[in-house]
């Protein structure tokens, strides 16, 4: 199955734009590179090279492993070797000549250099598109495999639901190795044929500037982008001649909510999704918005709530429970992680999201919380905390780490750690997880304490470690 055609508007990445046959033509050179591949990873920095990687990616059929640009030697390490990627695709010069790890990594292929090439047949809807890594309570990130079928599945269900059509510009400025920047964002635009205005990095001056000068009509971000937005007042009005703003990735906090409509006459679309499942929950443009709501399901998704005993909970919409969801752009499971897998999915095959809800009768949902206080949202990315804790513990002076998320007025919840150690300041940790995993994730605080409270089990107490700030 094709997910995109030969149609459609021009892709600007940065201030440097490709026509839609221009990044064919490059994107077929790239498939042509690859084509055979078992898996490719691509340096997924904010260019038109990524984007061609990926289109390369799709076209061939072989699965696209995007690579967080600022990821340090032990997260490369791990997403590599995971995932078995065989090449690794950046623009010239953007990962030094030795390669993407200390030891060298898979051989790099410089997307600016290849040219030519025809690409032949098309892959069925369940080859695997991207593996994408996201982060779990414990340990490394794991590898999302999403199918061609999923994505199609996704972007239709989102066109429909946004009336979202070639006559749109989309503009964003969000990472492009996430289901938002890179699924939605590229992919979404490729796919209805809107034009694409990426603006590098998601600040409200770039968005004012691509609504005045580019005629941008939908807008995604996530709330650290919206909130950020209404601290600006020229910027936000800005936008008021745009057709949709859209946030997503991280619960939209109802004051933002309330002063976006305000500044710019929108009451911003909401939608809700995971790596795992894409986007599964929204408001529509047709429809109602209400602040503190992420809408209905798509069209082809299914929702229901479930207790922690596995009960169904009433949609009345104050009773909380488990979300879990049915719907064609389901992953099937993790990447090597069987049991992983098993955990994620009940018996009778809804994904339990993690995510706390509540449902009211006519269908909008609510995002409550999350039944897990170890994974961590962080201007939209999702952090987990034993990932932060292992790095803390890999450094020598540490001898004990715990890592929460506590409220940030930015960036909705910060990255927190209280660590026992020797001889070691505050900012030398934050540091040393920035470089080895990668700059979004190290702590924004690290509180150095004596001892860390456990229970009688031996386990860290999180909810008491607030109290050893006093
Ligand atoms: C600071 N920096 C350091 C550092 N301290 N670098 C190394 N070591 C240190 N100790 C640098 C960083 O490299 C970066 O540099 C700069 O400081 C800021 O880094 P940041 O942490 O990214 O902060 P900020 O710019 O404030 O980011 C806010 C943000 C960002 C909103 C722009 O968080 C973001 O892009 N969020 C989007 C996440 C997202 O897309 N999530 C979607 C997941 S999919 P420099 O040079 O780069 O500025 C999903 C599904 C769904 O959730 O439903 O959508
Ligand atoms: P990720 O896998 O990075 O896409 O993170 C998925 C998680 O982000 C979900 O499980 C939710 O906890 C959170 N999330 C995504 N969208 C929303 C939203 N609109 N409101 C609240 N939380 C959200």
């Known amino acids: 199955m094709e997910l995109f055609g030969g149609t459609g508007g021009p892709v600007r990445v940065g201030g440097r734009e ?22 490719v990873a691509v340096h997924a920095d904010a260019s038109v090279e990524t984007v061609v990687a990926v289109a390369g990616g799709i076209l ?23 995932s078995g990627a065989e090449l690794l695709l950046a623009a010239r010069g953007a990962v030094p000549p030795g390669g993407a790890l200390p030891g060298g990594g898979p051989p790099l292929v410089p997307v600016d250099d290849l040219a030519g090439g025809e690409v032949t047949g098309t892959p069925a809807p369940d080859a695997t598109a991207l593996v994408l890594y996201t982060s779990g309570t414990t340990g ?30 989309l503009v964003h400025g969000l990472p492009l190795f996430h289901v938002h920047g890179l699924v939605l964002g590229v992919l979404g635009a490729l796919r209805t044929g809107s034009p694409l205005v990426h603006t590098g990095r998601p600040r409200p001056e770039a968005y004012a500037a691509a609504a ?23 910027a936000a ?33 909401e939608r809700y999704g995971m790596t795992e499942t894409l986007i599964t929950v929204s408001a529509r443009a ?50 090597n992680r069987p049991e992983a897998t098993a955990a994620s999915f009940t018996a009778d095959g809804w994904f339990r999201t993690g995510d706390i809800a509540a449902v009211e009768p006519d269908g909008r949902h609510r995002i409550v919380g999350r039944a897990s206080t170890d994974l961590i949202k962080s201007g939209g990315y999702r952090i987990g905390a034993g990932e932060i804790e292992d790095a803390l513990l890999a450094h020598p002076a540490v001898r004990e780490a715990a890592v929460v998320g ?65």
């Open 60 to 82: 061939a059929g072989v699965p696209v492993v995007p690579l967080p640009p600022d990821s340090g030697p032990d997260e490369r390490a791990h997403i590599l070797g995971d």
């Open 237 to 269: 009005e800005a936008l008021r001649g745009a057709r949709l703003l859209v946030s997503g990735s991280a619960p939209l906090p109802v004051p933002v909510f309330e002063r976006l409509e305000s500044l710019t006459g929108h009451r911003p679309v």
């Open 140 to 169: 490394a990130p794991k590898g999302v495999p999403i199918s061609r079928g999923a994505i199609a599945a996704g972007l239709d269900a989102l066109a429909d639901a946004w009336a979202w059509t070639p006559d749109d510009v």
């Open 406 to 470: 506590t409220p940030h007025a930015d960036l909705g919840e910060q990255v927190t750690a209280y660590v026992v150690a020797d001889g070691v300041d505050e900012r030398r940790l934050v540091d040393f997880v920035a470089e080895r995993l990668s700059a979004h994730k190290r702590p924004r605080t690290v509180h150095l304490v004596d001892g860390l409270p456990r229970n009688a089990m031996g386990k860290v107490v999180k909810t008491r470690l607030g109290d050893l700030e006093a």
């Open 212 to 234: 005045r000068d580019d005629g941008g009509t939908l807008f995604f971000g996530v709330p650290t982008v919206w909130s950020r937005t209404v601290a600006d007042a020229a």
């Open 286 to 335: 047709d429809g109602e918005r209400h602040p503190g709501y992420v809408g209905t399901p798509l069209p082809g998704v299914e929702t229901r709530l479930r207790a922690e005993d596995g009960t169904p909970v009433p949609s009345d919409g104050e009773t909380p429970g488990e979300l879990h969801v049915r719907a064609p752009q389901l992953f099937r499971g993790y990447l």
């Open 18 to 39: 490709l026509a839609r046959a221009e990044l064919l033509r490059r994107a077929s050179a790239v498939a042509a590179r690859i084509g055979g591949a078992g898996a």
